[in-house]
């Protein structure tokens, strides 16, 4: 993380990541991680938005991840690498709570399966149909 966005106010949210497929932010302030599929989003793009992220949580000493799923759908290589590669290093390095805001039915299956696997390996996970209602929810905890 740069010295400019060092001397940016906690309070603010920071740009980590941007493609054309995903956006990744960190709100300091509420030690969160947001990101957003702007697209359906695999492979090194989806791998590159979360590591970023998994960066910034680190860096920040984040404990919140807020998943802006809407235009997105996860295939199962992105799954594993996920479940494999990046949660392990995530979760030790201070994830606790993560809010989903999935795409449609197969969205809202898929979610649901991740909010049950997480549950069991110490997450606090909720699915949400509504970012504003997720977001509210990682405020209160």
């Known amino acids: 993380m740069g010295q400019e966005n060092e001397q940016i106010s906690s309070m603010n949210k920071i740009l980590v ?16 991680i947001h990101h957003e599929m702007r697209k359906f989003c695999h492979g090194d ?8 992220g998994f960066e910034a949580l680190a860096h920040y000493q984040a404990t919140k991840w807020l998943s802006d799923d809407r235009a997105n759908s996860v295939l199962p290589e992105d799954e594993e690498w996920a479940s494999r590669d990046w949660f392990p290093r995530t979760k030790a390095a201070g994830w606790k709570y993560w809010a ?17 696997n ?22 209160e905890v």
Do not use: C, Q
């Open 118 to 139: 997480y549950l069991e390996l110490g997450i606090n996970a909720r699915m949400f149909g509504d970012l504003d209602d997720a977001m509210k929810w990682l405020d």
């Open 45 to 52: 793009e989806f791998r590159d938005g979360l590591n970023r």
């Open 17 to 32: 990541h941007e493609s054309n497929l995903i956006t990744v932010w960190v709100h300091p302030g509420k030690r969160l």
């Open 100 to 116: 989903m805001v999935p795409a449609g039915a197969l969205g809202h299956h898929r979610a649901s399966r991740f909010v049950k």
